[in-house]
């Protein structure tokens, strides 16, 4: 069997259970080694063959995993943050078919997440944002019409931007060029849960090149835009006491209530 898992966002007791266990019992483990926390691998037994896919083709990939997979043994992918961000898992599910081999994917903390925890910030602020737009700047790879930076910064909603940390002059003029005004709250996340290398930059759309350059971050981190890194919001109804669901009556009298009480 093949297990494509998500190894979550770095710091390497954010990789779910079932992750671990799977990894523990791996037969064969090929790993994002540029993004992967290596000490993920000390969960692999004595016996267990590990590779670093770093500098293989996708081929090379796959022509890895189908023997050892065919063999009967265990093979886990191992993939940074959530396999299905950017993972560039679907090529090989389809390869793997072709060779009518079965697989799994075991969900991961994808980075995002993990910013939005360093940050303590919450990405779907009532009256503020209700969505959350994950992208990218274009860069070697490509990205569709309409789905530029630009068009996307006019909805004003949360955004959360990957690999484009070395892409800061241009992507500051898109968000701006789009609708944000250069006013709008925005944080740089490096490393976001990578013990003592977690680094959090806040600023505005309008600073976001400088802050990076200051800093020295040109990859592995988000920049995160939007209201929701701001001070004004509308809390929820969900708690409110004066609404009414199908949990719990309305009851004005409770917004007294206070710790102790
Ligand atoms: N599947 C991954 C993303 C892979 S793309 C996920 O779900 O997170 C690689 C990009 O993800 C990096 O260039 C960077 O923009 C972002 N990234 C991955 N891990 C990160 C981390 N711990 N902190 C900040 N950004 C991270």
Redesign the pocket.
Known sequence: MIYFI?AG??AADLITVKGKELLERADLIIYAGS?VNKKLLEYAKPSCTIMDSAAMTLEEVIAAMVPVAQEGKLVVRL?????????AHREQMDLLRSYNLDFEIVP?????M??AAALKAEYTLPNVSQSVIIT?MEGRTGVPDKQRIADYAAHNATMV?????GLTEKLQKELISGGYSPETPAAI??????PGE?KVMRCTVGTIDATAKENGIS????ITVGGFLGSEYERSELYNPTFAHGFREADASKLDVKPGK
């Open positions: 998500g966002p770095g993004l993939h940074t943050g959530d396999p299905s961000v950017y993972g991961g903390v994808s980075s995002f993990a910013a990218r931007i990957f690999l484009s940390s996340v490096y490393k976001a849960s990578w977690e990859n592995l981190a988000l």
